[in-house]
């Protein structure tokens, strides 16, 4: 709140709507005393961009951005219920792989990194065609150990990422090679501390953070792995501030893909469950970079992550002004405040038929105000389990989007 201008458009708070005096649709900042009003009952705020970011292209770093060269811009090419269909099947190679992959690198045995490649090739089509699919699929974790779950979703959500800021084909099959093997030093880390159920020690903490070295000399070792994916296993525990690991390098010795990961990784580590403790909520992690920008992440490219993530993801379950409860499907850029939302819950929080509501549209129609969203629940509410929607199929029909006539 303390960043707040005249001028800015508020789209979300860090509380309950109903808990403020605020319009639940957004407002714009008159003047410094709208300021202090809001600074009555909120910390932090949601403002809408102008959808442009102010990074892209002013940044030559190693891996490839030039100055003043032109963000690449990418037009959807499909639907998001289209892309489902193709964004599970490549997620599953995509699992099937790194599974393997993993766990040869534990057990000594030789490793394929030539498919990494073709797959993430292939993750990246689909990026392309419509990032909402397979940025729903990083919510939907699935059964496989921590390190397994948090690669795949490094890979997806860097190379989300990597569209947004504009980069160009090639890098983003790059960025996500980084971010698929960015960890893969673990399985050189001893299982009983990777897998430990409580704090580590110091010493163990000592251990882990060794994987980072450990990744990077065993991907040297691997024939035609680009150079970038060996920096960033070494390097994406490195801070701008210099407070980072294993060697404190400064913020000028960081390269873009590392500074990239460094952010992907942590979000992802932040909202996942892990061995000790439940993950938090994209929200949480979003204030958290917010709140280390500048210091242990890169100040533009931070702003620019927190703006791709937006404040409800594609898969995030919410609860709308009249009490029914939905599931974030896709939202367009210059309204991700305002999502298109699949309704799974009547107001008594009772299965009812599924139907996909716009809240874009809500803007000129007046009834759908009641729509709007109130505040985001967690996966698992209400018994909302966000993975037997999507077995379902739901997130692949094409619904009409229009809601039933309300009785009341
Ligand atoms: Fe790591």
């Known amino acids: 709140v303390s960043n707040l201008k005249v001028g800015m458009f508020v789209s979300g708070l860090d509380r309950d709507w109903l808990e403020t005096p605020f319009l639940m649709q957004g407002f714009f900042?008159?003047?410094?005393?709208?300021?202090?009003?809001?600074?009555?009952?909120c910390r932090h705020v949601y403002v809408l961009g102008t959808g442009k970011l102010d990074f892209a292209g002013e940044v030559d770093f190693e891996s490839g951005i030039l100055i003043g060269r032109k963000p690449e811009k990418y037009p959807l090419q499909s639907s998001v219920q289209k892309e489902h269909k193709q964004a599970k099947v490549t997620q599953k190679k995509?699992?099937?792989?790194?599974?393997?992959?993993?766990?040869?690198?534990?057990?000594?045995?030789t490793v394929d990194t030539d498919a990494a490649k073709g797959l993430v090739s292939e993750s990246v089509e689909?990026?392309?065609?419509?990032?909402?699919?397979?940025?729903?699929?990083?919510?939907?974790?699935?059964?496989?150990?921590?390190?397994?779950?948090?690669?795949?979703?490094?890979?997806?959500?860097?190379?989300?990422?990597?569209?947004?800021?504009?980069?160009?084909?090639?890098?983003?099959?790059?960025?996500?090679?980084?971010?698929?093997?960015?960890?893969?030093?673990?399985?050189?880390?001893?299982?009983?501390?990777?897998?430990?159920?409580?704090?580590?020690?110091?010493?163990?903490?000592?251990?882990?953070?060794?994987?980072?070295?450990?990744?990077?000399?065993?991907?040297?070792?691997?024939?035609?792995?680009?150079?970038?994916?060996?920096?960033?296993?070494?390097?994406?525990?490195?801070?701008?501030?210099?407070?980072?690991?294993?060697n404190g390098l400064a913020d000028s010795e960081l390269a873009l893909f590392t500074k990239i990961i460094s952010i992907v990784d942590a979000y992802d580590a932040i909202t996942g469950d892990r061995v000790y403790a439940t993950g938090r909520p994209s929200t949480e992690a979003l204030r958290i970079l917010y709140e280390q920008r500048g210091k242990q992440f890169d100040d533009k490219l931070a702003l620019a992550f927190i703006q791709t993530v937006g404040i409800y993801p594609p898969g995030t379950v919410v609860?709308?002004?009249?009490?029914?409860?939905a599931v974030v499907v896709d939202a367009s850029l210059g309204l991700r405040h305002l999502p298109r939302v699949l309704v799974v819950r009547d107001e008594n929080k009772e299965p009812c038929e599924e139907y996909l509501v716009d809240l874009g549209e809500s803007i000129d129609n007046p009834q759908l105000k009641p729509y709007l969203i109130r505040s985001s629940l967690s996966d698992g509410c209400y018994g909302i389990k966000l993975a037997s929607f999507y077995e379902r199929g739901l997130f692949e029909h094409e619904f009409k989007s229009t809601p039933p006539a309300d009785p009341s």
């Open 29 to 41: 900042i008159h003047s410094p005393e709208d300021i202090n009003k809001v600074a009555e009952y």
């Open 94 to 109: 995509v699992r099937k792989y790194i599974r393997g992959f993993l766990k040869s690198t534990r057990f000594g045995e």
């Open 126 to 246: 689909s990026v392309l065609r419509h990032p909402d699919a397979m940025s729903f699929l990083t919510k939907l974790r699935g059964q496989d150990e921590y390190t397994v779950e948090h690669c795949i979703n490094v890979c997806m959500l860097a190379i989300v990422f990597g569209r947004r800021l504009g980069l160009r084909k090639n890098q983003l099959i790059n960025l996500g090679l980084c971010g698929l093997l960015h960890d893969v030093g673990k399985m050189k880390v001893p299982y009983e501390i990777l897998m430990k159920p409580g704090r580590l020690t110091q010493e163990e903490y000592e251990i882990m953070k060794q994987h980072t070295e450990l990744g990077a000399a065993f991907l040297k070792k691997r024939k035609g792995v680009f150079q970038g994916v060996i920096d960033v296993a070494l390097s994406h525990h490195e801070r701008p501030d210099g407070l980072g690991y294993p």
């Open 319 to 325: 609860e709308l002004l009249n009490q029914k409860v």
